[in-house]
């Protein structure tokens, strides 16, 4: 089977997750090939930039596919014009207005309008109302949607009548023996993501001096030292304004970490409150603040969580349990 994958990079976020699967359809025996787009490296150009250039190239591509898989909103417009018997699209994340519709019932109107404005800070205005314009027409052009959020799942059918497949991004424990054996550092809590306003890096450096632990912040480190430190923590701190389903919890639950995290976006999709991790409200920093010293002291609940997430990742995340699911979605695609 032929499938061309598409996507602005291939690192970090739905990006990372498209060469993942790749990765391991490859391993399978499928063919997969990745379009490389160079974009403008200009903040609010880099998303048109890239759907303009990507599309020109699978305009005037001659190779043929079987299917031809984009991952995000952007990529659906070369998506559009790659020549393949099958088309997929994939979105993890929120886009343009629905962001009121996801997080309607439990949060203010003030923070609909923070999370509205934070779309726009991260896909650029101008992807931003393309968006809004073009979106029930762009999910036309594939022949099956996908997402690995139940919530984006359920959103989209109720606002727009969408069918979306789910499935879970799939975490890859054998990339784990890579990693040295690491003495744990007592009292020490980490932070991993980007430095931005959406993850709630700076609630977290608020608080940090009345926090009765040493934070770490690896925000530009490379996967293995951010794991190795992560692996050393006592817990690790998700503070997001606006999420989708982040990779690190999987990889906390993995390791054994305690997580505590806001309740936004797809992040309760994984965590359940007291079982398999904490889960707090976002932009309350004296709530963030008593939830990581109480779980400090705490130990019997900090083994709870962490043997409770380990147990949720292994039965429910790992690519042993998830690439024959991968492997039948595309072969009854082509087939149908």
Same mark, same amino acid.
């Given at each position: ?21 790749? /990765?391991?359809? !490859? ?23 890239? @759907? ?40 993890? #994340?929120?886009?343009?207005? !629905?962001? %009121?519709?996801?997080?309607?019932? &439990? ?6 309008? $923070? ?19 073009? /979106?029930?027409?762009?999910? !036309?052009? @594939? %022949? ?13 059918? /109720? ?10 991004? +799939? *975490? %890859? ?28 890096? =700076? $609630?977290?450096?608020?608080?940090? +001096? ?13 996967? /293995? =030292? ?5 692996? @050393? ?21 993995? *390791? ?9 976006? #797809?992040?309760?999709? *994984?965590?359940?409150?007291?079982? &398999? ?17 109480? *779980?400090?002291? %705490? ?6 969580? @962490? =043997? ?15 690439? +024959? ?12």
């Amino acid at each position: 089977m032929k499938i061309l994958f598409i996507a602005p990079k291939y690192s970090g976020g739905i990006g990372g997750h498209a060469s993942r699967v790749a /990765e391991k359809l !490859q391993e399978y025996g499928f063919d997969i090939k990745l379009m490389h787009t160079s974009h403008i490296p200009i903040k609010k150009l880099k998303n048109p930039s890239f @759907a303009a250039l990507s599309s020109l190239k699978a305009i005037v591509g001659t190779e043929k596919y079987d299917i031809v898989h984009a991952f995000n909103v952007p990529s659906a417009f070369a998506m559009k014009y790659t020549k393949a018997k099958k088309k997929v699209l994939s979105i993890h #994340g929120v886009y343009s207005e !629905q962001v %009121d519709a996801l997080h309607s019932k &439990t949060i203010s109107t003030a923070a609909k309008i $923070i999370y509205s404005e934070q779309v726009d800070a991260l896909h650029s205005k101008t992807i931003s109302t393309a968006a809004k314009i073009m /979106e029930t027409k762009v999910l !036309q052009w @594939a %022949d099956k949607l996908t997402t690995d959020s139940k919530i984006v799942k359920k959103m989209y059918k /109720e606002k727009l009548n969408v069918d979306f497949e789910f499935f879970y991004a +799939p *975490l %890859d424990i054998k990339k784990f023996k890579k990693l040295k054996n690491i003495e744990k550092k007592e009292n020490q809590i980490i932070f991993i993501g980007r430095d931005s306003y959406e993850k709630g890096i =700076d $609630i977290l450096r608020e608080i940090e +001096p009345k926090i009765n632990a040493k934070v770490v912040y690896c925000t530009n480190t490379k996967w /293995e =030292d951010a794991m190795e430190n992560l692996k @050393a923590s006592s817990a690790l701190v998700v503070p997001s304004r606006m999420e989708s389903i982040p990779q690190v919890i999987k990889e906390a639950f993995y *390791l054994k970490i305690p997580i505590i995290a806001t309740n936004v976006g #797809g992040i309760p999709e *994984l965590i359940t409150d007291n079982e &398999t991790g904490i889960l707090i409200p976002p932009n309350e920093p004296k709530i963030l603040e008593s939830s990581i010293n109480k *779980l400090l002291v %705490d130990n019997e609940t900090s083994k709870k969580l @962490a =043997d409770k997430g380990y147990e949720f990742v292994m039965n429910n995340l790992t690519w042993e349990i998830l690439l +024959p699911k991968y492997v039948k979605f595309y072969e009854d695609l082509l087939n149908s």
